[in-house]
Each structure stands twice: as C-alpha cells, then as structure tokens.
C-alpha cells in the first residue's frame, strides 16, 4: 500500500475551477494506476477519474468528461485533478486512490471536501 494525501479542496461559486492534489509516499509512484473518486451526502461512491501509470491513458466518468482532466508528475509523486466549469452536483468528499490495475484500488486518500455554490 501506499500512504496518500490530498488537498486543494475548499468552497468555490459554480462555473469556478479547482485543482486538486494528492501525493504519495514511497518510491514506486509510477507503477500505480491513480483515480479519483468522490461521494456526495446520501449518495454511493464514484468513479471520477483515473491515469495510467506513465499518464499515458485517462478514464472519466461521463458526468465529468469535458471538464475534469487528470494528470500526474511521478517525479513529484504527485496526482491532480483540474476541475473547471464546477457545478453544484460536483460537490463532495474526493478521494485519491492508489493500485495495480484500474479495479482494485487497495490505498485511499482522507478525502477533501469540495463544495460548489449556485
């Protein structure tokens, strides 16, 4: 497993952007497969986005696609969630997570709450 932090995430009006970042430990960032998730009050856990572990491929979930990209910098240990054109159902607790395939995510981030406004 690996240990992962995030932050960036805070209150913003729709029609902002945020940038979220999570940072892991260890020396084997690259080999992990990265995503987010995200869960709203009430609701299931979803799928947001996801990266290969050069960067090379990126998955969206449909609500998202358009709006949200993720990237990553392996020398910096480092995975991002650019988030523009935010809207109120985007608000929720997101989740970094880390793996070695795109289905099995076994270390989860604390979470960062995002909160949009209308």
């Known amino acids: 497993q690996v240990q992962l932090v995030e932050s960036g995430g805070r209150l913003v009006q729709a029609g902002g952007s945020l940038r979220l970042s999570c940072t892991a430990s260890?020396?084997?960032?690259?080999?992990?497969?990265m995503g987010w998730f995200r869960q709203a009050p009430g609701k299931e856990r979803e799928f947001v986005a996801s990266?290969?572990?050069?960067?090379?491929?990126?998955y969206y979930a449909d609500s998202v696609k358009g709006r949200f990209t993720i990237s990553r910098d392996n020398a910096k240990n480092t995975v991002y969630l650019q988030m523009n054109n935010l809207k109120p159902e985007d608000t929720a607790v997101y989740y970094c997570?880390?793996?070695?395939?795109?289905?099995?995510?076994?270390?989860w981030g604390q979470g960062t709450q995002v909160t949009v406004s209308s």
């Open positions: 997570v880390a793996g070695y395939n795109y289905y099995d995510y076994n270390s």
């Open positions: 260890g020396r084997t960032f690259s080999m992990y497969v």
């Open positions: 990266i290969s572990g050069s960067g090379g491929r990126t």
